[in-house]
């Protein structure tokens, strides 16, 4: 059974800092690539974050660049978001993704095959 279970959430004041992850099992980590995305309420699941399983290169939406950091694990099945700089409207459901050998991580929801439970991140003002 394939399991992804985010953790790290929580609230955070606008300027600071918070490290989610997440934890597979059940499936061969380093064949997949690894993807974060974010629902707010009243809004669609967006893309955040993404790392490649073959060349760990990583891919970010433009309005993280520069503030968040995706980055994997193998030895401990685990993806990471760094996130630095937080703003208000960073608040949302964080959830991660796994998507089996494809050539380049996608955007797109639709592409990935598991899907974690999602964690909180608020960002007060």
């Known amino acids: 059974q394939v399991r992804l279970v985010e953790s790290g959430g929580g609230l955070v004041q606008a300027g600071g800092s918070l490290r989610v992850s997440c934890t597979t099992s059940?499936?061969?980590?380093?064949?997949?690539?690894m993807a974060w995305f974010r629902q707010a309420p009243g809004k669609e699941r967006e893309f955040v974050a993404a790392?490649?399983?073959?060349?760990?290169?990583?891919y970010y939406t433009d309005s993280v660049k520069g503030r968040f950091t995706v980055s994997r694990d193998n030895a401990r099945n685990t993806v990471y978001l760094q996130m630095n700089s937080l703003k208000p409207e960073d608040t949302a459901v964080y959830y991660c993704?796994?998507?089996?050998?494809?050539?380049?991580?996608?955007?797109?929801?639709?592409?990935?095959?598991?899907w974690g439970q999602g964690t909180q991140v608020t960002v007060s003002s």
């Open positions: 993704a796994a998507a089996f050998l494809a050539q380049i991580p996608s955007r797109a929801a639709g592409e990935y095959n598991y």
């Open positions: 059940g499936l061969v980590f380093s064949h997949y690539n």
């Open positions: 790392i490649s399983w073959r060349t760990g290169i990583t």
